[in-house]
Nanobody, 111 residues
């Protein structure tokens, strides 16, 4: 089973930026649809952004224009660039490919 390891989370002030990374243990990043999900305290896990094998992207309405999903096939890494962060973006962010999930990285947006 492929392993996914996220990093890049942290504490940031409103309006700030973070870039999350997800490294896969196998060469899958450019082959499969992969996505970023998040789960806020007391909430359900929701899709944030996904990128298909062909490079098509899809974003949750709440992050359109602020977040960008990308990948580096050579590094087997998926990224999520998050700009203009809001307190409502506070959550644990997970990388996913099919049935495989990473362990999550905490993003906290607070002044």
């Amino acid at each position: 089973q492929v392993q996914l390891v996220e990093s890049g989370g942290g504490l940031v002030q409103p309006g700030g930026s973070l870039r999350l990374s997800c490294v896969a243990s196998e060469m899958i990043v450019g082959i499969w649809t992969m996505g970023w999900y998040r789960q806020a305290p007391g909430g359900q896990r929701e899709l944030v952004a996904e990128i298909s094998r062909t490079g098509n992207t899809n974003y949750a309405d709440s992050v359109k224009g602020r977040f960008t999903i990308s990948r580096d096939n050579a590094k087997n890494t998926l990224y999520l660039q998050m700009n203009s962060l809001k307190p409502a973006d506070t959550a644990v962010y997970y990388c996913r490919r099919g049935a495989a999930w990473g362990q999550g990285t905490q993003v906290t947006v607070s002044s």
